[in-house]
């Protein structure tokens, strides 16, 4: 091509010469004008349009899906043949349980074949029968030496209330003409115990001797040579504290042990701990403590009331008997330590001696609450205390009580004594005279019985 011709092609596309130097291009110079653009028709996108595209893409994937399995014909066949097996599992699984004892058959034999365990309490523990709350079917299968056998794995659950219980048994079956039958019910191992409440406090008291013996070494030597259980033998027993711990199975329990006469008693206190054991259902006594001065007698049966009825009484010279028709009470608040206190209400006499005996006379005060305190008087086969009142410008007043007579253990007076002092004459001469009436009283304890 020459060079004229190379020109005008220059100039009518716009190119530089090649032997002209290159112009630097700015970027708006770059991008042409929407101008200078040429336009151009865009037909609107129809469903003919959308659904040829999607149904090329189904065909190529159904061509890949063939493709793919085509080149791994082994992993279909393991597909197929894992979907066999498992529906044949399901149907052998279905067709063996169809072979198997129903299992509310199991749960009725089971019920009526296997006896609950014996129990019987022990020396704590409550002695109610255990009953059967529920049966459970471990396990239900086939006897591999016999097509016509099969076994059943139980769990039987018992309770009394206080304790419970569990038993496993097992159950053999055959298949007869009439169905499956049970042959064989057979306790497996021993039952299993739990607590669900301490120990029985009615039967404490009846094993009382054990724990008495237990709590025997807990004392000194110095508490005396009779035992615990000799001096609390037939004793009253009330149970005071009990703290029983479930998730520990023990139960400690406080004892409050009375052993009281007519008039003297004896009392302590004891903490008692047990453990129950799951072996035999039975609570084991662990440790026993017994209280300072448990076997040290008291004579707390001595507080209360007491009601006295007239006997004697004892003067120089005429009785007065104004105490006859009124008696005596006597209210007992406390009695420690050698030393009594309470009240009384009776007759005294501030009056002068008699001539001759007399129903009452003038000067007879009735008293009522007066406040006594007495001390223990040593050295006598007898309970005796000595016991003074509130000094009284009119005379003084004693009360003697005796528990426990020589000729009657069981019986009990008191003595209400009354000194009067008063002036008379001799020859016209003043002097001062004393005189005592002592009134004796069989004393019985308010609401009967000594």
């Known amino acids: 091509m020459d060079t004229d011709n190379m020109a005008n092609i220059a100039a009518e596309t716009g190119a530089t010469s090649p032997t002209e130097p290159a112009r630097p291009v700015t ?6 004008s929407s101008a200078d653009l040429p336009e ?3 037909e609107p996108v129809t469903f003919h349009d959308v659904a040829g595209v999607a149904g090329s893409y189904a065909r190529g994937w159904v061509r890949r899906a063939s493709d793919f399995l085509a080149m791994h014909t082994l992993l279909a066949g393991v597909i197929a043949a894992l979907l066999v097996a498992a529906v044949l ?11 198997l004892p129903d299992r509310s058959l199991v749960t009725k034999d089971a019920r ?18 255990l009953v059967l709350t529920s049966t ?6 086939k006897d591999v030496s016999s097509p016509n056998a099969c076994e059943a794995q139980v769990t039987m659950r018992y309770i009394n209330g206080y304790v419970s219980a569990v038993q496993d048994a097992t159950l053999r079956y055959e298949h007869t003409s009439d169905g499956w039958r049970c042959v064989e019910a057979l ?18 008291a009846n094993s009382l001797n054990v724990v008495l013996l237990r709590a025997e070494s807990s004392l000194p030597d110095s508490e005396g040579t009779l035992s615990l259980a000799t001096i ?12 029983f711990d479930e998730d520990t199975q023990t139960d400690t329990v406080t004892l409050r042990v009375t052993k009281a006469s007519t008039f003297t008693a004896y009392e302590c206190t004891i903490d008692a701990s047990f453990a129950f054991r799951p072996g035999n259902g039975l609570w084991e006594l662990t440790s026993a ?3 300072p001065g448990a076997k040290q007698v008291t004579l707390t049966p001595l507080v209360g009331t007491w009601t006295g009825t007239f006997e004697s009484q004892e003067t120089a010279e005429g009785k007065c008997f104004g105490a006859k028709e009124g008696g005596l009470r006597v209210t007992i608040d406390s009695v420690q330590g050698g030393r009594v206190t309470g009240t009384l209400s009776g007759l005294a006499h501030y009056h002068p001696s008699l001539s001759a005996d007399a129903d009452s006379a003038e000067g007879d005060t009735r008293l009522s609450d007066v406040h006594f305190t007495g001390t223990f008087v040593e050295d006598t086969s007898s309970i005796v205390f000595f016991c003074k009142t509130p000094e009284d410008a009119s005379g003084s007043v004693q009360l003697t009580l005796v528990f426990g007579l020589l000729d009657d253990p069981t019986a009990a007076t008191a003595t209400l004594t009354t000194t009067h002092q008063y002036w008379t004459t001799f020859l016209l001469i003043p002097f001062e005279h004393e005189v005592t009436y002592s009134d004796t009283f069989a004393l019985t304890r308010a609401g009967g019985g000594h």
């Open 40 to 42: 151009i028709d865009v």
């Open 136 to 141: 459970e079917i471990d396990e239900l299968h």
């Open 187 to 204: 306790v497996t191992g021993s039952p299993s115990f739990t607590a669900e409440r301490g120990v029985d406090r009615r039967r404490i």
């Open 89 to 99: 599992g399901v149907v052998l699984l279905a067709r063996s349980a169809a072979d």
């Open 232 to 243: 609390y033998q037939g004793a009253d027993v009330t149970v005071t504290n009990e703290r």
């Open 112 to 129: 009526a074949r296997v006896a609950a365990p014996s129990y019987d309490g022990g020396d704590f523990g409550y002695v109610d029968a």
């Open 289 to 291: 403590t017994a209280s």
């Open 27 to 32: 970027p708006t110079q770059q991008i042409p």
